[in-house]
């Protein structure tokens, strides 16, 4: 489903010398996986997942997401697959302070180019029922716990029935027994609603949620 | 609910976060605009004021006052306070075959008593072909009559506002006494509202009316201000004037009495505002630019302020110019929002003035007002915008 070619990031630090966050590396996810991405700090995996989530352009490489390079595509386009394809979640939630949970979650469906074929503020209702969260609609982010603004975020992925989950240390910021929930929360995603979840940790207990790991270390992809 | 609203409500939300912040951003385009508007709409008021003094008056009619009167495009150092002309210029310009009908013109100010109430009030003393060259029609009673005039009748015709300030009706007014100066007169007539009043300042409507043969009770010297008079609907007005000045010339020097036709005095009036105009837009300019320059500058903080948000939008799918839009939104809201409060502020202080001057704000000020507060925020709302549109979206995520 997405594949990395010899995919290569580096950074100038000055003019002589280069730092390779991600040395050639090649990857591929496939469909309805769950894959963990782990590795030490500062060994790239971030840098990994934000090329995986087209975030960010290869110094070098190709990537190609259901058999289209992403190099031939404009900015508007991979924003738009960004928007359709790819749902993310991170550490730091990241969820727009001044909007309220419902908004947060609906965001995405405002820069949606495409009809979508449901509406989207049922499906938001529906998802905040299902996962727990009624009552807090109107609420700001501020006003809520860790462990529900993370689960607002995973809805705000949800809300465009993406392909494909990415989260960044999605525990990162919550302690072990609500961090469990986020992990069956996204297990249930994949099992049931067939999406596609990769997770950066670099914890062994988190990584265990995934079918298959990806080793990252000092910016290469190990086995 | 559209995109466009969630971002304009968006906006606000922000705006609600920081009110202190929003306002002082706000304040140089609110100052602005409450400048621009306020003396555009003494100035729009002030021109509607004289204009309707002037305009009742027909095209054939002329005005004889001392001194020069309007001096290289503007208003001279003219005395039209001076009692200057007498009895024999008004018989010498009779004679003056092209000149219709002719009345001076004297005034006469004091507190005038009625049966109700009292109030200061002017006597506009004028001879009966007055009432035709001003264009007045009666309501109530009669108008002046060369019998007024001959016999020195203590009578007078009032205008709408003063007679029924001093005698509570209209009809009440009719065959009663008001006293002036200790000198008792009786309202033969009340003339139709002219207008032109309405801002407070003194206009017909608040007049009396009198014979001028009447009018030397209070001027022994019998004097007068001004000569109003009709000239014959065919004949060339400049050919009259002509004539009119060898009938003046006869008694007086060059610089000692004016000719004017109203659409001169309105001309030189107009001229003046023009004039303001300029200097207002100047204002304008230079007070919108510094209020611009101040969105700008809050519209950068608010972009380095708002990285990582940006970084959210774009990894959720913002195209380039989702964001741009939403910032330019963002400007123009604030800049709308400072317009919208100077607009405010402007009315607020016309209302406060407008019992003690004719300020008068129209529908063009208040569009206008806006408008320019919405390119405003535009201009320069854009060069922030695109500055938070082009982050790289890695970069703008990673953001602390
Ligand atoms: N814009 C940049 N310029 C230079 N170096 C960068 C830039 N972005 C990332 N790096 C470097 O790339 C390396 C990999 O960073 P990355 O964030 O991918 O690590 P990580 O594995 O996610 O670490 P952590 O577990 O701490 O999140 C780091 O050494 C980082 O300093
Ligand atoms: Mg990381």
Redesign the interface.
């Given at each position: 489903m997405i594949k990395l070619d010899k995919v290569v990031k580096s950074y100038k630090i000055d003019e002589e010398t280069t730092f390779y966050a991600l040395k050639e590396s090649s990857v591929e996810i496939n469909e309805r996986e769950f894959v963990s991405i782990i590795g030490p700090s500062g060994s790239g995996k971030?840098t990994l997942m934000?090329l995986i989530?087209l975030?960010?352009k290869p110094t070098s490489g190709e990537i190609i997401v259901q058999g289209r390079k992403i190099s031939q595509l404009n900015?508007?386009q991979v924003?738009?697959l960004?928007?359709?394809f790819i749902?993310?979640v991170?550490q730091q939630f990241?969820?727009?302070p001044?909007?309220t949970v419902l908004?947060n979650i609906l965001?995405?469906s405002?820069?949606?180019r495409k009809k979508l074929e449901y509406d989207p503020r049922e499906k938001a209702m529906g998802l905040i029922k299902r996962f727990g969260l009624e009552g807090k609609e109107k609420s700001y982010p501020n006003k809520i716990s860790g462990g529900q603004q993370q689960r607002v975020a995973i809805l705000?992925?949800l809300i465009?029935e993406p392909k494909m989950i990415l989260a960044d240390e999605p525990t990162g910021n919550l302690d072990s027994k609500t961090g469990g929930e986020i992990m069956e929360m996204l297990k249930e995603l994949n099992e049931d609603e067939k999406i596609t979840i990769a997770i950066v940790t670099h914890e062994a207990d988190i990584a265990k949620y995934g079918k298959r790991a990806i080793h990252v270390k000092d910016g290469a992809v190990v086995k | 609910m559209s995109?466009f609203l969630?971002i304009v409500k968006?906006a606000f939300?922000?705006f609600r976060?920081s009110k202190m912040q929003t306002f002082l951003t706000s304040l140089g385009i609110l100052i602005g605009v409450f400048a621009v508007v306020t003396l555009t709409a003494m100035g729009l008021g002030l021109k509607k004021y004289i204009s309707d003094q002037f305009d009742s008056l027909g095209t054939n009619t002329l005005f004889v006052a001392p001194g020069k009167l309007l001096q290289g495009g503007g208003f001279g150092e003219s005395s039209l306070l001076g009692n200057r002309f007498d009895l024999k210029d008004l018989n010498r310009l009779k004679r003056v075959r092209s000149i219709k009908s002719i009345t001076p013109l004297s005034s006469k100010s004091g507190t005038a008593k009625g049966a109700k109430d009292s109030e200061f009030s002017t006597i506009f003393f004028s001879s009966e072909a007055f009432f035709d060259i001003s264009g007045f029609e009666i309501d109530k009673g009669r108008f002046l009559d060369k019998r007024d005039i001959d016999k020195r009748a203590k009578v007078l015709v009032a205008g709408p506002k003063i007679a029924e300030k001093l005698f509570g009706t209209i009809s009440e007014a009719i065959d009663k006494k008001v006293t002036i100066d200790n000198v008792s007169f009786t309202i033969i007539g009340v003339i139709k509202s002219k207008g032109g009043g309405g801002f407070g300042g003194p206009d017909y409507d608040s007049y009396f009316f009198g014979p001028y043969t009447t009018g030397f009770i209070f001027d022994p010297d019998k004097k007068f201000i001004r000569f109003a008079m009709k000239t014959d609907e065919n004949i060339n007005i400049s050919s009259v004037k002509e004539e009119v000045k060898d009938a003046m010339l006869k008694r007086y020097k060059d610089d000692e009495f004016s000719i004017v036709e109203p659409t001169e005095i309105l001309s030189v009036v107009n001229g003046i505002f023009g004039i303001m105009n300029i200097v207002l837009v100047a204002i304008a300019s230079i007070s919108l630019l510094v209020g611009g320059i101040g969105i700008m500058n809050i519209m950068y903080v608010t972009v380095s302020d708002k990285t990582?948000?940006v970084g959210?939008?774009?990894?959720?799918?913002?195209?380039?110019?989702?964001i741009l839009f939403q910032f330019i939104v963002e400007a123009v809201a604030l800049s709308i929002l400072g317009g919208a409060l100077g607009l405010g502020l402007a009315y607020a202080g016309i209302l406060l003035v407008q019992p003690f001057f004719p300020a008068y704000m129209d529908v063009t000020s208040v569009a206008l007002a806006l408008g320019v507060s919405s390119v405003i925020g535009i201009i320069f709302g854009v060069l922030p915008a695109r500055k938070a549109a082009n982050l790289e979206?890695?970069e703008a995520?990673?953001y602390e």
């Open positions: 971030s934000h989530g975030l960010d900015d508007d924003s738009s960004r928007n359709e749902g993310f991170f990241n969820l727009i001044k909007l908004e965001l995405p405002f820069y949606a705000r992925a465009m | 995109y969630f968006s939300e922000d976060r990582k948000e959210i939008r774009r990894a959720i799918g913002a195209r380039k110019n989702d979206p890695v995520i990673r």
